[in-house]
């Protein structure tokens, strides 16, 4: 099974080295110096790392046979892709692969339906769950502990405790004028 560890930031200087956008828990295991990682596209790859270092916080990789900013430049926007057994599980508690949380339904703590995630999407800050409900419509559900409560892989599902408005049109308008009417 592939999994998608890093997608290929800009260049980093004039030897060849890149800023990488980790997607991975397990850095130190799938950026390691001499991992053979595939690519998208496929054009760019395969790649084994040659050194990797971190410099202001940020991830730096060389690769073998990139010797220039150029050849490092060419490289940006490209996907990192690991090749992992499926049977491997992460070593968190909590943590889960893509493929785990993929086709999970997705229900309310009263065990209202809401659909079934059909992509994980990893955003800088925080992942989201895109569900697809039965009428076909999506609903994007913030993967972080206070509305996703739990994931249950036996059951095939995940519970979540919705603010009002994500999944329906019950949202809380909270506005200067209704404090003002209060008073």
């Given amino acids: 099974m592939q999994l998608v560890v ?7 200087g004039i030897k060849g080295e890149v800023t990488v956008e980790v997607r991975t828990d397990e850095p130190e295991l799938r950026l390691a110096p001499g991992a053979v990682l595939a690519t998208d596209p496929a054009s760019a790859g395969p790649l084994t790392i040659e050194a990797g270092r971190v410099h202001s916080g940020r991830l730096l990789l060389r690769f073998e046979g990139v010797r220039d900013r150029t050849a490092a430049e060419a490289l940006r926007n490209t996907l990192l892709i690991a090749e992992v057994d ?3 599980l992460p070593e968190g508690e909590d943590e889960y692969y893509d493929h785990q949380l993929i086709d999970l339904d997705v229900v309310t703590g009263d065990g209202v339906e809401v659909g079934r995630i059909t992509e994980v999407s990893h955003l800088p800050h925080q992942d989201l769950f895109v569900v697809e409900r039965p009428d076909g419509t999506e609903v994007l559900v913030p993967f972080v502990q206070e509305i996703v409560t739990e994931i249950d892989l036996e059951e095939q599902r995940a519970v979540i405790d919705p603010p009002p408005g994500l999944i329906d049109d019950r949202a809380e308008i909270a506005s200067p004028r209704d404090s003002e009417e209060e008073a």
């Fill in 6 to 12: 890093a997608r290929i930031g800009r260049a980093h």
């Fill in 86 to 88: 499926p049977d491997e």
